[in-house]
């Protein structure tokens, strides 16, 4: 009864213009915000975990029952060395867990997380494990536990988790939102100067007539974030929040939201084996990869750019551009009696490591068999250190061995 009292009161909102609406439960008043919906879409959410107790991040992942390599992106944690899987994390520190947040019953909700009871559980208990996300009272709703209907041990209980999305913008700038619960000691100013908002952004987007929040309240807490919409990717799009990155091309690529201009950095992922090559055709350069080479004009830019993937196949592209001078970011050839990167429509097979003497060619994306060959490059070296190919190396040891004898 209180379930469908609930949902008509969220559809006859939908016939109001507001986009949300701040609710009371019955556990201590707690607020939290709504945001209806009427499509069968998702988005990408955060949800801001405040640890009850020690836990490796594993079992955070498991608890929330998400891919592990997920937590690590969405708190920017380095998921190449293994140990990252067992980390730590001690009770009452924050983690990052995402989420995808889909319209259920008219309103957005997480309904995926399914908990399986054990012999000692309550709903109290399993309501105190998720760090006041999910009330006690709500996954009582969720699932018609009553006295006479108690939980018992080995039953699976869903758990209704908060999640907005509000169509991933924020006045206009890209956005990811995360449900975020009031700590004690926290207020609207606080939790706006941590994660670079205001108090009235923080009002609007949860519908607050005074800037006034209680422990327990969650907010809808928005995020900048980067978006490839304007990257031309084939069969692919993604939101990555400020200073965390994603994992995409079946975990080959990684691709990095970079705080100074919020943009996205894709390169090698370096924790998968089985990638193939990463190469742009017709050069040396891999995904991720700049060269610069200075002229009396400026300075002229290669870069070799991820251009999405579609099932198994991975697409990237050569892109030229003219800047008033170098960055120092990219590749340098100081000395190098190889052609010059004027030089057009030659076809180089794969090389076994990259270096930094780039061809141009054309600019459409090429798709690759991901699963024919094995990655060969070693994402340990950076862009900047770049050998030269056998060949010039060749090439300029006998012009020294020439310059010496004829001297």
Wanted: glycine share 6%.
């Amino acid at each position: 009864m209180i379930r469908e009292e609930v949902q008509q009161l969220v559809f006859s909102l939908l016939l109001l213009p507001s986009l949300f609406l701040f609710i009371f439960s019955s556990k201590a008043n707690a607020k939290s915000v709504i945001e209806p919906c009427s499509s069968s879409d998702s988005c990408t959410s955060l949800l801001s975990y405040n640890l009850p107790w020690d836990s490796k991040l594993s079992e955070i992942a498991y608890r929330f029952q998400v891919n592990i390599s997920d937590v690590l992106a969405s708190n920017s944690i380095d998921p190449t060395p293994a140990l990252s899987w067992d980390l730590i994390m001690p009770a009452k520190s924050m983690v990052k867990v995402p989420i995808s947040c889909p319209c259920v019953d008219g309103i957005r909700r997480s309904m995926s997380t399914i908990y399986t009871v054990r012999a000692a559980d309550n709903v109290s208990s399993i309501s105190e494990g998720y760090g006041g996300l999910v009330s006690a009272e709500q996954i009582r709703i969720a699932n018609g536990v009553s006295v006479k209907n108690p939980v018992t041990g080995g039953q699976g209980l869903v758990i209704p988790l908060p999640c907005t999305c509000f169509n991933n913008s924020n006045n206009g700038a890209t956005t990811v939102y995360m449900s975020h619960v009031v700590q004690s000691g926290e207020s609207l100013g606080s939790i706006g100067a941590e994660y670079g908002t205001t108090v009235s952004n923080l009002e609007g987007i949860n519908g607050l007539g005074q800037p006034q929040v209680d422990p327990g309240d969650i907010l809808a807490v928005p995020l900048p974030a980067c978006s490839s919409a304007n990257l031309n990717w084939r069969n692919e799009s993604l939101i990555v929040p400020n200073g965390s990155f994603a994992l995409t091309a079946n975990n080959c690529i990684k691709c990095s939201c970079r705080q100074s201009d919020l943009s996205l950095q894709c390169s090698p992922s370096g924790i998968v084996a089985s990638c193939s090559h990463l190469q742009c055709k017709g050069s040396n350069l891999f995904i991720g990869d700049v060269y610069e080479k200075p002229t009396a004009l400026g300075c002229n830019v290669t870069a070799c750019n991820y251009r999405g993937h579609f099932g198994r196949k991975i697409f990237r592209s050569l892109v030229n551009s003219s800047h008033i001078q170098c960055s120092g970011n990219g590749s340098h050839a100081i000395v190098s009696p190889c052609p010059s990167s004027s030089s057009t429509n030659i076809n180089l097979s794969p090389s076994q490591s990259p270096s930094p003497s780039p061809f141009s060619a054309s600019i459409q994306p090429v798709g690759i068999d991901a699963s024919n060959a094995t990655n060969k490059h070693n994402t340990s070296i950076a862009s900047d250190t770049r050998l030269l190919s056998e060949g010039c190396i060749l090439s300029l040891l006998v012009l020294q061995l020439v310059l010496y004898f004829l001297c």
